[in-house]
Every structure is written in structure tokens, then in C-alpha cells.
């Protein structure tokens, strides 16, 4: 029985969680950063240096916005990046403030 709610939630939850997705990954791109090219609600923003992905994952936890940042060894020198997870959860208000945030950040460190 909780499968059959699961999976009706799911399925109502999904389309619009596509939509934001595609939606941010325009905001995005549009003030200037370089998501990799993705359809999926976890986005990486490549942003060169791992010591730039560290540094702007903590300043966006300071703007209310949870990123992991990470760069070398597990990614190439010099693409480094924050990686940006969706959720259905997230309201448009959350969306815009991520948004805004990012060009907070992005003009403070120049990534922008």
C-alpha cells in the first residue's frame, strides 16, 4: 500500500522537479557560471580551482545555500566545482534565493 502512494508521489513530484532543474541550470548559466551540460537535479557548476569550490561552498553556506565543493584528485586540476542538488522540497522562493546567492558569491570571488 505505501509502495503505491511512493510511487504516485513520485510521479507527480518528478515532472517539476525536471522543470526546476532545467529552470536553475538557465539562471545559472545566464549570470555567468558553466554548469556541465546535465537534465538532472544534481548539478555541477565547474568553477577551476579546488581552493575556489572550497572557499565558495562556505560563503554560500553563509548565504543560507548548502553546496559540496570539491576539486582535485577526484576531479581534473582545474576543474574543480560545487555541486548543486535539487529537491521536489525546494519552493520557487528556495530556487530564487539559491539563485541570487550564487551571484552573491560568484561576484565576491570573481568566478563571475
Known sequence: MIW?????LLRALWPQLGEDAVECRAAV????FKPLP???PI???IVGETATAIKMSDMLLDEGVFVTGFGFPVVPQGQARVRCQLSA????????????AFKTVGTKLGTI
Not at 503505491?4 to 504516485?8: D, H, Q, S, T, V
Not at 522540497?89 to 541570487?100: E, G, K, M, N, T
Open 4 to 8: 503505491n502512494w511512493l510511487r504516485g
Open 29 to 32: 548559466t545566464g549570470a555567468g
Open 38 to 40: 546535465r537534465e538532472a
Open 43 to 45: 548539478g555541477p557548476i
Open 89 to 100: 522540497a525546494h519552493s520557487r522562493d528556495d530556487l530564487d534565493q539559491a539563485i541570487a
